[in-house]
C-alpha cells in the first residue's frame, strides 16, 4: 500500500511539473532554432532542486514522500534532460554550432553554477532564519 501512494504522489509532482513545462515552453517560445524554454526550465530547475532539497525539507520538516513529490515528480517532469539532448542533436545535425555551443554551455556550465547558488541561496536562508530564532 506504500508504494501505491508513493506512485500517486510522484504522479500528482509528475502532472504538475510537466503542465508547468508546457506552459513555460509557451511562455519562452522563441520561434527560432534557439531552444530558450528548454534552457529556461533545466536551468531554473538547477537552482530549484537544491533549495528544495536542502532548506525546505529542513525548514518545514517535510517528509520523505514530500520531497519525492516535489523533486522526482514535480522538478524531475518540470526539467528534461530527452529534450536537452533532442535540441543539442537538432543543432548539430543543422551545423547550427554557434547556437550548439551556447547550448551546451548555458545548460552544462550554467545548471552546475545555479545549483552551487541554490545550495548558498538554502544556506543563506538557513542562517537567516536562524538568525531571526535568536533575536
Known sequence: MKEVKTFL???VGAFIGSN???????IFSTGGNFPLG???ANLSGALLLP??????QDRYNLSAQTILSLSTGLLGSYTTF??????TYRLFQSNSWGYLTLYLLLTIVGGFLL?????YWA?????????????
Open 9 to 11: 504522489i510522484i504522479f
Open 20 to 26: 508547468l513545462r508546457y506552459v513555460e515552453g509557451l
Open 38 to 40: 528548454t534552457i529556461v
Open 51 to 56: 533549495f528544495l532539497i536542502h532548506y525546505l
Open 82 to 87: 530527452s529534450t536537452f539532448t533532442a535540441d
Open 115 to 119: 545549483a552551487i547558488l541554490g545550495n
Open 123 to 135: 544556506a543563506s536562508q538557513a542562517f537567516r532564519d536562524l538568525a531571526r530564532r535568536k533575536l
